[in-house]
């Protein structure tokens, strides 16, 4: 198996974007996952991700949500990106059904076994997509926000796998509370792994960990809820 990378330009609501392809150029047909970032956009943090997950034997589009050559340098300027899509979720959805067609488009897509995983906004960006009726087999989310848009949902197919930080100040835990009884009465085939001593970002190696566990990477929780995706990904595309 020989991992490569592939820029993929396309077009979408709001203009064009840059998303990157990552997968097994030689491989055959593969389930497609989409990968939406933090609120940075895509970089190399994600790239790398993206190769762990084709080595598992997944065709994985790293998601541009936010349109060519708009990228956060700092969190201040990834802060404002995102609420240009995100404060609107109407104008989210919008993109997330675009980025999904996107990955049904690429060869070698098996577009009967489609997922995707997100972390921080991009942990949001699934929980949308999934509202959103998507004809996908699963999502993933790690340390994500969870509230729901101010709109009714579409009917949701996919199982879910929530990976939470419990002491994740963005996320506490009334709001994962609603998530659950949300998922629950939409008949959603979900589950939540929360790991203690963890916060927002916790799968984020360049984030030291603040003294309060609030923020920041925390090895063993990434470690465990990476794992947990890649049994729960066997599960949902089975």
Known sequence: MTISRKIINHEGPGGSFESMWVGD??????????FFPNILGTKEEDFLKAEELAALGYTVLVTDLYGKGKRGKSMDEGMALMKEIATDRTVLRTRLLNALATLKGLTAVDTSRLGAVGFCFGGQ???D?????????GIVSFHGVYDAPPFPNAPMTGKVLICHGWNDPLSPPDALVRLSKELTEANVDWQL???GN?????TAKYVPLDATKTFGFQPDSSRRSWKAMEDFLVEAFR
Do not use: M, Q, S
């Open 193 to 195: 792994h929360a790991y």
């Open 129 to 137: 997509l999934a509202r959103a009726g998507a004809d996908i087999n």
């Open 125 to 127: 960006c699934v929980l």
């Open 25 to 34: 150029a030689g491989g055959g047909v593969k389930p497609g996952l989409l």
């Open 198 to 202: 963890t916060g927002h970002a916790f």
